[in-house]
């Protein structure tokens, strides 16, 4: 019976030895992904947060420069727009607008349909009758084909420098 006791103590010690070895630190190979669990309930409303600064005026950094009573000549007129500054020249937009109705602006260039060909064979072209020709700070050229009283309303954009926005034309290829 002693050698049958003896015999068990060192299966067991055996196993336990086995067993202590074949346990590795390192685990296998991750298994699958699980299935998305459910969606859980909506969290409660959050606190309100604090007023923000108040913004600048609703312009967007428009200004409109509106020259009443203007007499156009027939050629090149220079007209001074003293809001048209170094900013808006070198990174801003001009749009031109002028009426000759006191309820119907048209924007520059100002065109009209003209026959240039005969009678009997009509060739119809746009001519261009007013536009804007040129700018420089503080002052708008414009070229007139007809003469008399008009308004003109110049709309000043604000822009960014172009090599804030500057663009790659690679990074579109």
């Known amino acids: 019976m002693k050698t049958v006791l003896s015999k068990i103590k060192y299966i067991a010690l055996s196993l336990m ?5 074949s346990c590795s630190a390192e685990d296998g190979a991750p298994g699958e992904q699980g299935p998305q669990g459910v969606q859980g309930p909506q969290g409660a409303q959050g606190e309100k947060g604090d007023k923000g600064d108040p913004g600048e005026s609703g312009s967007g950094g428009a200004i409109s420069v509106l020259l009443e009573n203007q007499t156009l000549t027939l050629g ?12 808006i020249f070198d990174n801003g937009l001009v ?9 119907i602006w048209l924007s520059m260039p100002v065109t009209q349909l003209q026959n240039i060909g005969t009678e009997e064979e009509p060739v119809f072209a746009s001519i261009v009758i007013i536009e804007i020709i040129g700018m420089q700070v503080g002052k708008v050229y414009i070229n007139s084909l007809i003469e008399g009283p008009v308004d003109l309303r110049f709309v000043l954009i604000n822009g960014t420098a172009a090599e804030a926005n500057a663009y790659d034309i690679n990074d579109f290829l």
């Open 95 to 103: 749009y031109g607008y002028v009426t000759v109705e006191p309820t």
């Open 76 to 87: 090149e007129m220079v007209f001074d727009v003293p809001q048209l500054t170094q900013d």
């Open 17 to 21: 030895v086995v067993l202590a070895f």
